[in-house]
């Protein structure tokens, strides 16, 4: 069954505002992910967040984790139209060997 | 300079034919996956392999034949097409075959079937 779930499913804001995704999970994970699909693309990895840590920064990206709530929050600050696309939480279950994706958030920056 | 190549990047097909899609990293990386992705989005694995060996196997169907050559080298075969086998399928690969690595994502390639 699915693992991990992005909320809202669409996300449209203007730019310059900021952006945020959140993922819920079912069960107890070592690490969530964080990935970017552009339309017609490949998934590109933006963060990845362990199971001890709560927050994390790169860039404009801030990553939080809830390990009690089992859930994790993707802010985009001072959103580019070059920002939009889909963006996908990915958990483990512990000690598993694969990544579970959502559904992902589709994202639109409108100038 | 391509990370995780793909070939075909579209392919067009009438259903009961077999088909290969291939896969090769330059990343030096020793895991690799075949993801399927639906039309909704939903990305889900199929397998993975890690230094040529079968580590994961999705209960896909036996049309699906996944081959390593090597380890930078993931292909897919298809055999007996079917109409719900259409679908986007992504390469992925990573280091090590724990989920606490990034996975580095080729650009898909569509798969249509007639």
């Known amino acids: 069954s699915q693992q991990g779930e992005e909320d809202p499913q669409a996300l449209s804001i203007q730019e310059g505002e900021n952006a945020t995704m959140n993922c819920s999970y079912k069960?107890?994970?070592?690490?969530l992910q964080w990935y970017r699909q552009n339309s017609g693309r490949g998934l590109v990895h933006l963060i990845l967040?362990?199971?001890?840590?709560r927050e994390k920064h790169s860039g404009r990206l801030r990553v939080t984790l809830d390990t009690s709530k089992k859930s994790s929050s993707l802010l985009i600050t001072a959103s580019r139209a070059a920002d939009t696309a889909s963006y996908f939480c990915?958990?483990?279950?512990?000690?598993?060997?694969?990544?579970?994706f959502g559904q992902g958030t589709r994202l639109t920056i409108n100038p | 300079d391509t990370a995780v190549s793909q070939t075909p990047k579209y392919l067009v097909t009438q259903m009961g034919n077999d088909k290969s899609i291939k896969c090769e990293q330059n990343?030096?990386?020793?895991?690799m996956y075949w993801y399927k992705q639906d039309s909704k989005k939903f990305l889900k694995i199929m397998f993975s392999?890690?230094?040529?060996?079968?580590?994961i196997n999705e209960t896909v169907p036996n049309r699906f034949s996944p081959k390593s050559p090597d380890k930078a080298h993931l292909n897919l075969h298809i055999n007996s097409l079917e109409l719900g086998d259409s679908a986007v399928y992504f390469c992925?690969?990573?280091?090590?075959?724990?989920?606490?690595?990034?996975?580095?994502f080729g650009d898909g390639t569509r798969l249509s079937i007639l």
């Open positions: 967040i362990r199971s001890n840590e």
């Open positions: 392999y890690n230094n040529k060996e079968l580590i």
């Open positions: 992925a690969s990573s280091h090590g075959q724990y989920s606490n690595q990034p996975q580095h």
């Open positions: 990915a958990t483990d279950a512990q000690g598993a060997q694969k990544l579970v």
């Open positions: 990343l030096g990386h020793d895991t």
């Open positions: 069960t107890s994970i070592n690490n």
